[in-house]
């Protein structure tokens, strides 16, 4: 059974740190995309960050130079540290799995919750 589980979600003062997790098991996690998208009250969900199974990252625009994505592989886990955390950034932050092959799999966790007030 694949599970997919984010946590470190916490409520931070604009300008503050976070670091979110994301924990996988069921697949072989070396050989999959890992994303963390973050969707806010009334708004669609979007792509945050994304690193590929050979280490390449990939970043929005509006999160460049403040939030860095990585993975250990030996932990099947994938994290998202946020630095300069602005309150445009408040949202429930999700984890995806996905490979694209002769079988493509998707796979997405429960997300935490990212609060960014005074």
């Known amino acids: 059974q694949v599970q997919v589980v984010e946590s470190g979600g916490d409520l931070v003062q604009p300008g503050g740190s976070l670091r979110l997790s994301c924990v996988t098991s069921?697949?072989?996690?070396?050989?999959?995309?890992m994303g963390w998208y973050r969707q806010a009250p009334g708004k669609q969900r979007e792509l945050v960050a994304t690193?590929?199974?050979?280490?390449?990252?990939n970043y929005a625009d509006s999160v460049k130079g403040r939030f860095t994505i990585s993975r250990d592989n030996a932990k099947s886990t994938v994290y998202l540290q946020m630095n300069s955390l602005k309150p445009e950034d408040a949202a429930v932050y999700y984890c995806?799995?996905?490979?694209?092959?002769?079988?493509?799999?998707?796979?997405w966790g429960k997300g935490t919750l990212v609060t960014v007030s005074s």
């Open positions: 690193v590929f199974s050979g280490g390449k990252t």
């Open positions: 069921g697949i072989t996690f070396s050989i999959y995309t």
């Open positions: 995806n799995a996905n490979f694209l092959g002769v079988s493509s799999m998707d796979y």
